[in-house]
Structures are given as structure tokens and as C-alpha cells.
């Protein structure tokens, strides 16, 4: 076995020592948007566990946009140096720092997760949710508002200075977070947005706010570093958004110079069940990158390093994203390198433990 997970990768001029990426996953632990302790060690253990990218997790680009009161934010200058604290650690360890900057939408202000994801009323410290159209995202959510033209503007805005901000902290790969049902998949997806104008209606109005976004940030952001787009490549509900739109989109996306789609599912209907088995989405992955002749990354119930190299071995994706199997397991890396049969540098300080 030729391990080609554990082999560097290059994209543009940023060379990543292997293919494995951190999925982003909120904490749902900060405090008016900025990292702490918690984030600190749970970013750096990782980054000591030797992966190629770390994606940070989905950090707001204005208040409003965050999912619960407790995601991250980047939407202010004086929260730079924070940041900068994780960044400097993970390329410290030869880990590369990426960003998914994120507008939750009308799927925002909520309680966490593990106190039921429930709708938050302005009484207790909840917002107006926004979105494409006036629907709200289940039966017990609110009626998002409308957002007008001015305030779309307003948005593409604060995505492209978010982005600036986390240049400054010193990331080096940017990923727009337009999957899972959030602000920017609520525009793509039929089932929710229900506009009359330029950004509604046809699927080239529907992806007008995406494509905006992604050309302000790519046109900023330096020509010799990486930016992604994270996508749900289907709503996995009959008439809703599907993987011949997310080709499409994806397409686009190239030519606007996009470097790679993050490749995910579902998030946009509410109590739907996901058939999920391993690497179920790696399909999806494998679309894209053959119609739409982009790099792509996998996830999705993806556990095991044989798995994960089958994956980049048969071209389903260039990059595989690990989520829930790294909370388990911060050091993978360095298990997968010992069951492949790959001479992996250890850190000094766990020498004794190789």
C-alpha cells in the first residue's frame, strides 16, 4: 500500500505534509465570538497530532450569523489577535490553519446542541433570524426576515472583510460555508428560497450569492494560498437542491478560481433521516471532481486509514476530512501511519512513546 493519504499535497503554492483535514465542528464554547482555553487545546492537541489542515469552525461574520450564542466570530478588527494565537501554534507543528467563515441564516440563534438546538427568543438572549425568503427552517423555528437586496449587499460585504481579518491572523486557507442548510445553502436550495428577483427563481439566480461571495474573497485573498467552498451536494428530498446543481455550482466555482469543494449533504429540511454509512458522501466527492474538474475533499463516516486511503488512492477525492472520529481521536495520524506502513515523524516529546 502506497499510503498516498500520508504523502504531501500542494495546492497553488501551499504544500500540506498530508491529505488529511480536520473537519470543521462547532464547540459552541466562546464567548461574544472569540477563541478561549477550550478552543486553544482542542485546536492544538490536534495540530500536535500531525494533520495536514486544520479547519476551523464555522465563524460568524456578523453576530447575527452565528448559530447559537456561543460560535465563534471574526467579525471585528480587535478580535485578530486571538486568532492569531491558534494560528501560530498550528504552523508551529507544520499544520496548515484554515477558516470557515459562516452565516447561520434563519437557522441562527439557537440554545447548543446538547441543551436541544432550540429557538432562542430575544428574552433570553436570542436575534431575528434572516434568509432568502420568509420560511422558517421547521415548524417551531421563527419566521426568518426577508432579507432586501441592501442587506444581501450588506452581507457579501462582511464575508469578504471577515476574510481579510482572518488573513491577518495568519490562516492560510479560507473555506465559505455554503452547505447544511446555513444562510448561503438556504439561497441555493429551491426549497427555501422563494425570491421573485435577481437572486431568486432559476438556478443561476439561486447561486448569484454564492458566486458573488466567493469572487470577493477569491480576488482578495492571496493569489498563492487555497479557497474553498464547503457544499451540500444534495437535500436528499425530492425537488430540493441536488448533485447535478452542486456540479454545476461547482464549475463556476473553478472559474471563478476556487481551489477545492468540501463535499457534504443534507441540513437544509428538518427531521430527515440521512441514509449514513461509511464514506456515503465519497460519491457525491468523486461526481464533482470528474464533471466538474475540481480537487475535492470526502467526508462522512469516514474512521478507518485504509478507508481514508482508498478514498484518495482511487481518485474519489483529493482530500479526505475526518469529524467525529477525531474528537475520539486527536492522534489518527499517527495510527494511521503505523497501520500503513508509513515512517511518520513523531514529535520529540512522545519519542518515547513510538
Known amino acids: 500500500m502506497t499510503a498516498m493519504l500520508l504523502n504531501p499535497i500542494k495546492i497553488r503554492e501551499l504544500e500540506i505534509q498530508n491529505r488529511v483535514m480536520m473537519s470543521p465542528m462547532c464547540q459552541y464554547s466562546a464567548h461574544d465570538g472569540l477563541p478561549n482555553e477550550w478552543h486553544y487545546i482542542h485546536y492544538g492537541t490536534r495540530a500536535v497530532g500531525r494533520l495536514g489542515i486544520i479547519m476551523l469552525e464555522a465563524t460568524a461574520v456578523e453576530p447575527r450569523g452565528r448559530i447559537t450564542p456561543w460560535d465563534l466570530g471574526l467579525w471585528a478588527d480587535d478580535y485578530i489577535d486571538r486568532y492569531t494565537e491558534l494560528t501560530t501554534f498550528m504552523i508551529s507543528q507544520d499544520t496548515v490553519p484554515a477558516i470557515q467563515l459562516a452565516h447561520a441564516g434563519r437557522k441562527a440563534s439557537t440554545t447548543q446542541p446538547w441543551e436541544g438546538s432550540l429557538p432562542l427568543s430575544s428574552e433570553i438572549g436570542g436575534w431575528e433570524v434572516v434568509g432568502p425568503s420568509a420560511i422558517p427552517f421547521a415548524p417551531n423555528s421563527p419566521v426568518p426576515h426577508e432579507l432586501s437586496q441592501s442587506e444581501i449587499q ?6 469578504k472583510t471577515a476574510a ?3 488573513y491577518q491572523a495568519g490562516f492560510r486557507i479560507v473555506e465559505i460555508h455554503a452547505a ?5 445553502h438556504e439561497f441555493l436550495s429551491p426549497l427555501s428560497n422563494k425570491r421573485a428577483d435577481k437572486y431568486g427563481g432559476s438556478l443561476q439566480n439561486r447561486q448569484r450569492l454564492l458566486l458573488e461571495i466567493a469572487t470577493e474573497i477569491r480576488n482578495q485573498w492571496p493569489k498563492k494560498w487555497p479557497v474553498f467552498v464547503r457544499m451540500s451536494a444534495t437535500d436528499w428530498v425530492e425537488n430540493g437542491w441536488d448533485i447535478e446543481d ?3 455550482t461547482a464549475k463556476k466555482l473553478a472559474e471563478i478560481g476556487i481551489d477545492l469543494i ?35 475533499s470526502a467526508v462522512g463516516v469516514i474512521t478507518e486509514p485504509d478507508q ?24 489518527w495520524v499517527y495510527q494511521a501511519a503505523e497501520k500503513l506502513n508509513y515512517d511518520l515523524p513523531w514529535p520529540k516529546q512522545y519519542l518515547r512513546a513510538k
Open 262 to 296: 468540501d463535499v457534504s449533504s443534507g441540513g437544509n429540511i428538518a427531521n430527515l433521516t440521512i441514509p449514513e454509512s461509511p464514506s456515503y458522501q465519497a460519491p457525491f466527492s468523486e461526481a464533482i471532481k470528474e464533471e466538474a474538474c475540481i480537487m475535492t
Open 180 to 184: 447544511h442548510g446555513y444562510l448561503i
Open 246 to 248: 452542486t456540479v454545476d
Open 164 to 166: 481579510n481579518r482572518a
Open 308 to 331: 481514508a486511503n482508498n478514498i484518495v488512492e482511487n481518485k474519489k477525492a483529493d482530500i479526505v476530512a475526518l469529524g467525529r472520529e477525531l474528537l475520539r481521536n486527536p492522534y
Open 154 to 159: 450588506d452581507i457579501i460585504e462582511k464575508f
